[in-house]
């Protein structure tokens, strides 16, 4: 219909309410699913969710890479009311549903993962939320006009403080999902659905973040050892990874300065330290012949280290001087 001046449509689309004996319930949310904002995943991307959704949990850019936050052990419902208003003739009108927010607690990850959890605070703007379902095997989020499946807009994530061990309570961890439109859930609501045989707690996992740590300061001919852990400090992954992470194209250099790459001439593990030597080209033109100059240093993309048989874990980077 061409657009007319002051024309108001009034035509009513109302569902009919018979129902079939096999229907779709939520049931207990134990974990979400972070995509970034405005993602939808195709018809063919559905008929291959579990890959499609393990592909963006490891994509190499961080910006396009989804966020599995798992596993609650409880959730509190803190959506708001509808608001009605009483005429003055004593009737009742409806100006406009509340809007869905559920709190969910966990206790696996414990600080680490709260700090991590951290980073998304108020980071609604970047991501829409898919629950994962697991009472049903399925991904709850929204079913596009097109056909598509895409996350619920949110409103808000809040990542509140935590709280202490009391002694009478174990200390307790909660991230907040604020939704904006409530008709996404009450009209527009999809699922995808997984084979019984599909874990998807276990199938289903974000990158651990890297961390390094200088262990003996870059000399001027170009030496560092670096110690490379996981984004808590708790592992060292040269109990796991001494070989795979001994790869010299694994690592890049850079002169701060100049933004100019240096060749990075090998890497090699030594087991006395559980340290990885990176040997950088000090020939190299754009090797800094200052003492000082800062030097980054850049292990990853996520990609290579799955290459080089480093599972499950983000790439990294270090800004460290030369002697």
Known sequence: ?????????????VSNTGFTSCHYTPGLIEGVLLVPRGYEFTTAQISDMLTNVQ???????????????????GMEDKSSEGVYEATPYGGNRKIRNGKYSYTFEYIKGGACLHQKISSLDNKQDLFDVIYVDTQNNVLLGVKTADNKFKGFTLEMIDVPNFKLNTGAADSKFYVTFAM???????????????????????????????EIVVHTAMTAGGLVKLQINDGCGATNLADTYSTELATASLYSAQNVATGNAITVTSVTYAAATKTFNVQLDAADTDYPGTAGALIKITIGDVSDLVTAGVLGHAGTSITTPRS
Do not use: H
């Open 1 to 13: 219909m061409p657009n007319s001046l002051n024309a108001f449509s009034c035509i009513a689309s």
């Open 55 to 73: 592909d963006g949990l490891a994509e190499d850019v961080q910006a396009d890479r989804f966020q599995l936050i798992k596993t609650f052990v």
């Open 180 to 210: 904006q439109n409530p008709d996404e859930f009450n009209n527009s609501w999809g699922i995808v659905s997984f084979d019984k045989s599909v874990n998807l707690l276990y199938e289903l996992s974000s990158l651990i973040d890297t």
